[in-house]
């Protein structure tokens, strides 16, 4: 299983992005598909997950701000950051269990600033 992520670049305080991950490989039905972040000097912390059957949480930090969808049919992720904010700068990394393992994708960056 690989994930890829993509989308990530430069943006200004009150911007918006949107993140892709494309997962390629055989996964289980039911699985969770997870967005996290890492700053520099941070831990790695979840930013928000939906299950195979939409079922979604979020950080509180993104909440009102971030929405997590996914497209089943095209195994893709998506993560549509609105009203984004300095401190959201990090590298954003996708995820995805299922019953046989967790596997991660490769980083993309989100800066944030003016």
């Known amino acids: 299983v690989q994930l890829q992520a993509s989308g990530g670049g430069l943006v200004q305080p009150g911007g918006s992005l949107t993140l892709s991950c494309t997962v390629s490989?055989?996964?289980?039905?039911?699985?969770?598909m997870g967005w996290y972040r890492q700053a520099p000097g941070k831990q790695r912390e979840l930013v928000a997950t939906?299950?195979?059957?939409?079922?979604?949480n979020y950080a509180d930090s993104v909440k009102g701000r971030f929405t997590i969808s996914r497209a089943n049919a095209k195994n893709m992720g998506y993560l549509q950051m609105n009203s984004l904010k300095p401190e959201d700068t990090a590298v954003y990394f996708c995820?995805?269990?299922?019953?046989?393992?967790?596997?991660w994708g490769q980083g993309t960056q989100v800066t944030v600033s003016s």
């Open positions: 490989g055989s996964i289980f039905t039911m699985n969770t």
């Open positions: 939906i299950t195979s059957g939409g079922t979604t």
């Open positions: 995820n995805l269990r299922d019953i046989y393992g967790s596997y």
